[in-house]
């Protein structure tokens, strides 16, 4: 079975910085996908940010970033200038790219808190 | 705004009382979903339907009854639920179920359910 471990429980950044948040996931399969979603006060799970396992180039979308390292399997989300807008739960999560009945199944870390400063 | 929508959005009940979720969207996505989530905790799956049918149920107690009348809607029935079931019940959407392609799922802003 496929794990994923955030292991920053918490995490702080002053607005305008850069903050790293850790990613790392264990599985035998070779193709997959990865997402970060955000969570903040108001309940709702956003996609921010998703990579396909046979891509390599690390996707980006405006100030988000993943490293993805597959050898590694690390997984870790770049933030850059930080907003107040971006405080909220982040949560790591896998998903089998098989075929088979259940590859819709999202295996989520446990989540990092990120609080951002002003 | 979600485009995926639930409502209630705050849910008190009884023990004996019977209420449902409603989770729709309007995406077109052919796979639904059911979560449940405990404080600072990350989501757990409980029912997947696909175009219509149940796929996957993780196990869930019988108190908890999925239902997809049709491709946009989605509800969970409620019956004698017991107080370890307050949560925040999240619904999601996916566009293709099962064919390996890389279709994020969408969530919905959740129930927040308390048993007394």
């Known amino acids: 079975a496929q794990t994923v471990t955030q292991s920053q429980p918490e995490m702080s950044v002053q607005e305008a910085e850069t903050v790293t948040l850790s990613c790392t996931y264990d599985t035998s399969e070779s193709d997959y996908y990865l997402f970060w979603y955000k969570q903040p006060p108001s309940r709702q799970m956003i996609l921010v940010i998703r990579?396909?396992?046979?891509?390599?180039q690390n996707a980006t979308e405006n100030r988000f970033s993943v490293n993805f390292q597959k050898a590694a399997k690390s997984f870790s989300l770049k933030i850059s200038d930080s907003q107040l807008g971006d405080a909220a739960m982040y949560f790591c999560a896998y998903r089998s790219a098989m075929t088979q009945g259940g590859s819709e199944k999202l295996v989520f870390g446990k989540g990092t808190k990120l609080t951002v400063n002003p | 705004d979600t485009e995926v929508t639930q409502t209630p959005k705050h849910l008190v009940m009884g023990m004996t009382n019977k209420k449902s979720l409603k989770c729709e969207q309007h995406m077109g996505h052919r796979a639904m979903y059911w979560y449940k989530q405990k404080a600072k905790k990350p989501p757990e799956l409980m029912f997947v339907?696909?175009?219509?049918?149940?796929?996957i149920n993780e196990s869930v107690p019988s108190r908890f009854s999925p239902e997809c009348p049709n491709s946009s809607l989605l509800n969970l029935h409620l019956h004698a639920l017991q107080p370890e079931d307050s949560a925040l019940y999240l619904c999601?959407?996916?566009?293709?179920f099962g064919q390996g392609i890389n279709q994020p799922q969408h969530f919905g802003d959740g129930t927040r359910l308390s048993i007394l």
């Open positions: 999601a959407s996916s566009l293709l």
């Open positions: 990579q396909e396992a046979y891509k390599q």
């Open positions: 339907y696909s175009y219509e049918k149940l796929s």
